[in-house]
């Protein structure tokens, strides 16, 4: 709680009033438009590779409580379209390790798995 309160008073001495509009479409963002459904919210997780929400945040390092809340509500537009982004740059990394594969025959997905990279 006081790393919040420090954050806010330095965010505060910085503040202009352009930072309005970002506050309010950051509230709008939460707020009022869609949020990531929690079904779909295990579709990408389970799309990274994990069996469940509360896995993946163990992973990742999210207190539990935070992924408890996103497996049973979802999450905001905002973290959605992050969370969307990184199982986009997933998808391109697995192509490009394919492609690789084909021309070298060494298989990349042995070495992340030992690794126990997603």
């Known amino acids: 709680m006081?790393?919040?309160?420090?954050?806010?008073?330095r965010n505060s001495l910085q503040f202009r009033p352009s930072?309005?509009?970002?506050?309010?479409?950051?509230?709008?963002?939460h707020v009022v438009k869609p949020?990531?459904?929690?079904?779909?919210l295990l579709e990408v997780v389970q799309?990274?590779?994990?069996?469940?929400?509360?896995?993946f945040g163990d992973?990742?390092?999210l207190e539990r409580r935070?992924?408890?809340?996103?497996a049973r509500y979802g999450l905001s537009r905002d973290a959605a379209q992050l969370l969307?982004?990184?199982?986009?740059y997933r998808?391109?990394?697995?192509?490009?390790?394919?492609d690789f594969e084909k021309t070298t025959q060494i298989p990349l997905d042995g070495f992340f798995e030992n690794q126990q990279l997603p």
């Open 2 to 9: 006081a790393n919040n309160f420090e954050q806010f008073a």
């Open 19 to 29: 930072d309005i509009r970002l506050m309010l479409e950051r509230v709008h963002s």
């Open 35 to 40: 949020r990531m459904s929690a079904e779909e």
């Open 47 to 55: 799309g990274l590779g994990f069996a469940t929400v509360e896995a």
């Open 59 to 61: 992973q990742i390092g």
């Open 66 to 70: 935070t992924s408890e809340s996103w």
């Open 84 to 88: 969307l982004a990184l199982l986009n």
């Open 91 to 98: 998808q391109r990394l697995l192509d490009a390790m394919d």
